[in-house]
């Protein structure tokens, strides 16, 4: 089973709409989440990291379920510039671990 | 200003040849990582170090060796021994010792087997 795992989507949503990403993960041991967004042939950003109370940082608002083992992403009120791959990410020791990516394109 | 650099941003490399990707950072970061990045199968940790003069091998070592001899290099060697080496590599840092300690990533090196 993998460490983590992502929808690839796409997800293909108009301006303006509201958008969930999900990622479960399998280590119960894990400690520490992020989520990076990755632009086309560039390399992944930190977006957020994830708090057991869950935290908002503008449109974005990150969630952390531990009992189901799964972290999500909300972007409200989406903007062309959001159109990215969005990647989840879990530390449950010294390595991180990454999901495959979930493709967002916000069409005009 | 603060970062990480890689180098070479696009490297092609005949079969049979090693070759040697560059990853400094001047953030003060104790531990260091490298990952490849192949379309649709996200980042797979190739070599991770938490010290100057130790490291761990990851998930897809094999046909690959690094050095960390300074705290701000973490070079990383593709040898004729890797069969499928045409990637994205990608080099990250981190503080060590927190749990939130975030990743952060070089700008990536585009290795070319021809």
């Known amino acids: 089973r993998k460490e983590v795992e992502q929808d690839p989507g796409p997800f293909n949503v108009p301006e303006g709409a509201t958008v969930a990403f999900n990622c479960t993960y399998s280590?119960?041991?894990?400690?520490?989440f992020f989520w990076y967004r990755q632009d086309c042939r560039k390399e992944p950003k930190l977006l957020m990291s994830v708090y057991s109370s869950g935290n908002e940082d503008g449109r974005f608002t990150a969630q952390l379920n531990r009992a189901s083992q799964y972290i999500s992403l909300l972007i409200r009120d989406s903007k062309l510039s959001d159109s990215a791959t969005y990647l989840c990410?879990?530390?449950?020791?010294?390595?991180?671990?990454f999901g495959t990516g979930t493709s967002l394109t916000v069409i005009p | 200003d603060g970062g990480i650099t890689q180098s070479p941003k696009y490297l092609f490399r005949k079969e049979g040849q090693n070759v040697t990707l560059s990853c400094e950072q001047n953030l003060n970061h104790d531990a260091m990582y490298w990952y490849r990045q192949d379309p649709g199968q996200g980042l797979r940790l190739i070599y991770y170090s938490q010290i100057v003069n130790d490291f761990q091998k990851g998930d897809i070592a094999e046909g690959y060796s690094v050095s960390r001899e300074k705290k701000e290099s973490f070079p990383l060697t593709v040898t004729s021994a890797q069969k499928n080496p045409t990637a994205f590599y990608l080099c990250?840092?981190?503080?060590?010792?927190?749990?939130?300690?975030?990743?952060?990533f070089g700008p990536g090196t585009r290795l070319t087997v021809l």
């Open positions: 990410a879990v530390k449950p020791g010294n390595q991180f671990y």
């Open positions: 990250a840092s981190s503080i060590q010792g927190l749990n939130y300690n975030e990743q952060f």
């Open positions: 280590n119960s041991a894990s400690q520490s």
